[in-house]
Every structure is written in C-alpha cells, then in structure tokens.
C-alpha cells in the first residue's frame, strides 16, 4: 500500500495507543464514528482542518499522522531489513508497518540506530587498542613471554636424554618466565581496571610517581620540617617500594626538592594560619598577604589535603611533569590533554594568573575554581627564550556554583560535538 | 661442515632455547641481543640463515633487514622473522622488506625447526 495512503492507520493506532474509542474521538472532531472508521481504513482521503482537528484531539504533530514526518523512520526500518538479510514483500511494507505500529517502529530504529552507535564505538576501541603504546608492549611482554616458556617446556617434555645441567637452567628459565607471565597479566588486568587510585596500574615512571606521591597524601612532614636536605630526600626515594624504575626514582627526587623548596617559603602551618585570617583561600589574596610567588602558593595549597585540591604541571611543550588527581578531573595517561585548560592559556606568559570555574565533560560531573599561572624556571640569558613551567590548581567549586567552561579531558574520550579545539575524532561519538 | 645462524634476540630465554634447539639439530649458533651491531657481524659470520627478532635494542629488526636487502652480497640471504608483533601491518612491512619467513610467537619449537629446514634446503 503507497505511503500516502497511510494516514488513516496511523491514526488509528495513535488513537488505540491514547485509549481514546472511535465514538469519543469522532464526537471530539465533529464527525460520524463511520465516517472515522473509514478513514482509518484507509478508505478516505484526509487532509486540511480535519487533520489538524484530528492531531489536535490525538495531542500529535500533524505531521506524526502524515507521512513526511516517517520519512527518516521508515528509512531507518529499510537499512534494519536490509542488514537483517529481510527482502521480499515484507521488507517492502516498512511504511505500513510504521503507519500501523509506530511505537513498535520507533523500537526497531531506535535499537537499529544504538547498534550502529555501538559498532562504532567498538571499532574505536579496538583501533585504540591496536595503537596504544602501553598496551601493545604489555601484549609484546606477555607473547614473548609464553614464547620462551612454550619453547622451553617443549625441550623439558620432549627431549629424552637432556643433560641434568641443561633441564636445571630450562627450569630456571621456566621458573622465571612464568613469574614474569603472571606480573604482566597481573599489569594488564590493572590497566583496564577503571579504577581511578593512582595506585592502580603504574605502568610507567611517572605512574610509579604519582603512586608514590599519593601513598603520601601528597604531603610531607620531613620535609616541611628539615627543608632541603638532600640526604633525606635520597633515602625518601630509595626507600619508597612504588618507585621501581630508575626514571621514576629520578623524577620524584625532582619532585622532593620541589616540594622542599616550597616548604622553606611557604610552610604549610603559616599557609593555615594565612587562611584562617582571611576566611578564604583565594589564591591572589594569600599570594600578596604572605609575600609568596604565585606558582609557589598554588604548589602549597595543593599539598593541604582538607583542600582536596588537584594540582597540574606542564612544562613549555605542554607535557605534564605532574599531576595531582582530583575526582571530576581526568588528567589523561596517555596522549594530549584538552588545549582548552587555563593550564596551557597561560603558558609562555610568566606572571599571567588566569583564573575559571571549569568543568570538565565526563562520566564524573564537578566543577572546580581554577586558578593557572606560568613561571620561568631557567635563569635569563640573552636572546634565549626562558624555560617555562605552567601550574594549575584546582579548587571543588561550591556546590550551586553557576556552571563553568566546559573542558575535556583528551579529544579521543571528550563527548563535546564542534568543539574549536578538537584535534581529532572521539571514540565516544557515536554515542555512549 | 656444520650450518651456521645468526640469532638476533633481545629476550634471553627464548634465544637459549633455541639455541639448544638448533644446536641439537648440527647448527653453529651465534646469538646476539642488539640490533645495532647486527648487521656487522652478519656480514662478517656469512651465515646460512639468520633469525631476526622484531622488536630490539639499539636497531628494529625491520631497520636490519632493509640493511641486509640493501647489501648485494646479502640480499639473498634467508631471513626468518620471528615476532610477538603479528598484525598484518607488521607482516606486510616484512614482505616488502624482504622477509623469507615471518613467524609469531610463540610458536610451536616443531613449527620453527620446519621453517629453518625450508629455508636452507
């Protein structure tokens, strides 16, 4: 049957779907319940006033009863036929079945429509996974490592007069091999734990860093104590057991001396007392009230843990150095971060404090003060550009605060459509 | 006189297996676990076949066999590849390279001896 000719199932169906008796609606319209009846046969034409009256008594678009408003529906019924292998004459009624059972129609698109979402969401993760770096050394780790151990346990079995000494070091290898099997299956099932701990999944040196800091709570009492001593800050790290790597031993040492060097200008105890005074921690205001340098008091409010404050550092390529998680604000492991951070606003514009309530799009909505500044670490030199290191903070906003900018995490998980910044497609954007 | 191989493989154990492995089998076995000298002392060993690991230290295993290829006296050489790497991106790489055999770990030591015999007969 032509589309066009639909109309009288349709509203047929809306009606039966709003309870509604052919009596009540044709005394409602002013018209015969016969003369209803064949229309919704399909028997009459229908157009003009009665439509609208009709849609009007129906509480529906008019154009919900026509068949321009199915157009997209019925296309959407068409390429669900067509990937389901349906043809025939029952593919060929695709309209009148969303003419007679729009609910069930709008069903079928709907779930057609969310399985071509899903199926691009699957096929982004799995070109995420063939191209993640960490992943793809830690499928390396454990292939190489089911190699030697398949290869060696093949010797053991299959080798009849192996000589002692050499079914001693193939069980050795075998010993070891399997330990090291089992801690990169153990590292893997911890990268794609989303569990958000720091801990979790140090997979790399600055991972192993974070981790450490985080066992500490970001803070140090030895160090607000006996200041830069770099003895004691040599034993902090060789002593740390979530610094394994040398890289990362290295870093956090950097790290301690920064923190070291915060605390002999600014102790935590004077930041408190400087906080209590003014009834805030507005960072321009506890900046000028105690003399201290900007990306310094950012630094120390940062280490105050009833604060709760998230702290990141990039430095002038824009790389992280340093990160403090903060719930509602996802520092990416891997890739770039959004170029939209007041972070990066302020960088290469030392003495720039740029200050915003952001919230960054994600599964964890919050919103955060943010307060950014950038400062030259190297000392001048003529006609050479200065090292920069850019610091954010970043505040819980109070709750009811008015909305912030939006910012992402990294392009490859940000939801945000049409974004100026975006560098490259989401993997979320089909959808989920 | 007894054949010879260069095996380039940076993870040992894998590497002193098979070792024992063709060793039993009547071959001299030279193993290295860089890339970057590889190609030297290919050169210098004239091997029958050499083993080539992917994924190594100092030079890729790609890297040494576009070396070999672009050596006249090399350029025919046998080379067997082997690798944990096995999307087809890195066996198509291999094939224009110039790869004789590519194998993914981990393999069966049967499989890899097949290979070895093929290549060399």
């Not at chain 1, 600014?266 to 805030?280: C, E, H, Q, V």
């Not at chain 2, 970057?36 to 992917?54: C, F, G, H, Q, T």
């Amino acid at each position: 049957m032509a589309r066009e000719a639909l109309t009288g199932s349709r509203i047929r169906e809306r009606r039966v779907m709003a309870g509604l008796k052919q009596a009540d609606l044709a005394r409602e319209i002013g018209i015969s319940a016969s003369y209803l009846n064949l229309i919704e046969h399909n028997r009459r034409r229908i157009g003009g006033k009665l439509l609208l009256n009709i849609a009007a008594s129906l509480e529906v678009e008019p154009q919900a009863l026509t068949e321009g408003a199915e157009a997209a529906l019925i296309a959407s019924l068409r390429e669900a036929a067509d990937q389901a292998g349906l043809s025939g004459p029952e593919a060929d009624r695709a309209d009148e079945f969303a003419g007679r059972f729009p609910g069930w129609a709008d069903v079928l698109a709907g779930t057609r429509k969310r399985v071509v979402a899903l199926e691009q969401t699957v096929e982004a993760l799995t070109d995420r996974l063939a191209h993640d770096p960490h992943l793809a050394a830690s499928m390396h780790e454990l292939l190489s490592t089911a190699a030697a151990i398949r290869s060696t346990a093949a010797i053991l079995a299959e080798t009849e007069t192996l000589q002692p000494e050499w079914r001693d070091r193939f069980h050795a290898n075998i010993h070891e091999d399997s330990r090291r099997l089992s801690d990169s299956a153990q590292a893997l099932v911890s990268y794609f734990d989303s569990n958000d701990d720091a801990a979790d999944a140090a997979s790399s040196p600055q991972e192993e860093v974070e981790a450490f800091l985080s066992a500490h709570d970001f803070s140090f009492d030895v160090l607000e104590r006996d200041g830069t001593d770099d003895r004691v800050i040599a034993d902090m790290v060789e002593q740390a057991p979530e610094l394994v790597s040398q890289a990362a031993r290295h870093i956090a040492g950097v790290v301690l001396r920064q923190v070291a060097e915060d605390a002999a200008r600014l102790s935590l105890t004077r930041l408190r007392s400087a906080i209590a005074d003014t009834g805030n921690t507005d960072p321009l205001a506890l900046a000028a009230a105690l003399r201290c340098p900007m990306p310094c008091l950012l630094r120390r409010l940062a280490a105050l843990p009833e604060l709760g404050a998230g702290l990141v550092v990039c430095d002038r390529s824009g790389t992280v150095i340093f990160r403090k998680s903060v719930e509602g604000f996802t520092v990416p492991r891997h890739g770039s971060c959004c170029p939209l951070w007041p972070l990066f606003a302020v960088l290469g514009q030392p003495g720039l404090v740029v200050t915003s309530r952001v919230n960054q799009l994600g599964r964890a909505q919050a919103q955060f003060e943010c307060f950014a500044t950038c400062e030259a670490i190297s000392s001048a030199q003529y006609n050479t550009p200065p090292l920069v290191q850019s610091v954010m903070l970043l505040l819980p906003a109070d709750a009811g605060a008015a909305s912030g900018m939006e910012v992402g995490s990294t392009c490859r998980v940000c939801p945000q459509d049409n974004c100026r910044a975006r560098r490259e497609p989401s993997i979320l954007s089909a959808g989920v | 006189m007894s054949k010879r191989v260069v095996l380039v493989e940076d993870e040992l154990n894998i590497a002193e297996a098979i070792r024992f492995l063709l060793s039993n089998e009547g071959w001299r076995v030279e193993t290295l676990a860089n890339g970057s000298n590889a190609v030297e002392v290919i050169r210098k060993a004239a091997p029958d076949l050499v083993m080539l690991d992917v994924m190594l230290p100092g030079k890729s295993g790609f890297e040494i066999l576009h070396d070999l290829r672009a050596d006249p006296d090399l350029e025919t050489l046998p080379v067997l590849m082997l690798t944990a790497r096995g999307q087809s991106r890195d066996r198509e790489m291999a094939e224009k390279a110039g790869v004789s055999r590519f194998m993914t770990k981990p393999f069966s030591n049967a499989e890899m001896l097949d290979a070895v015999r093929e290549l060399t007969s």
